[in-house]
Nanobody, 126 residues
Framework: QEQLEESGGESVQTGGSLKLSCKYS????????IGWFRQAPGKERQGVAA????????YYDDSVKGRFTISQDSTQNQVSLQMTNLDSEDTGVYYC???????????????????WGQGTQVTVSS
């Protein structure tokens, strides 16, 4: 059974940094697409970053390019999201999501992921 567990969310000040982690189980490393999504109050869930684990190919929403970095550690079954230069628009619940994919073409930021974690809260304030 596939499971995902996020950690690392907390309150930070504008301009600060934060690292989220997603530990997953039940996925074969070489066939997974792991993504990070966020949902702010009153807004739809938004894809932030994703990684095609086979080749380490990454995808980012324009709003986070240059500030967020998604990375993987196959030895720990973990995907991390390093966030820098945070602002209030980054506030929200961050979810880790995963799906099996046949190739990199099937990985990206569309919300058609099959498994989701419970989420971790990130609050950015001045």
């Amino acid at each position: 059974q596939e499971q995902l567990e996020e950690s690392g969310g907390e309150s930070v000040q504008t301009g600060g940094s934060l690292k989220l982690s997603c530990k997953y189980s039940g996925y074969i490393w070489s066939t997974a697409c792991i993504g990070w999504f966020r949902q702010a109050p009153g807004k739809e869930r938004q894809g932030v970053a994703a990684i095609y684990t086979t080749a380490g190919v990454t995808y980012y929403d324009d709003s986070v390019k240059g500030r967020f970095t998604i990375s993987q550690d196959s030895t720990q079954n973990q995907v991390s999201l390093q966030m820098t230069n945070l602002d209030s628009e980054d506030t929200g619940v961050y979810y880790c999501a995963a799906k099996f994919v046949a190739g990199r073409w099937a990985c990206g930021l569309s919300p058609d992921f099959t498994n989701w974690g419970q989420g971790t809260q990130v609050t950015v304030s001045s």
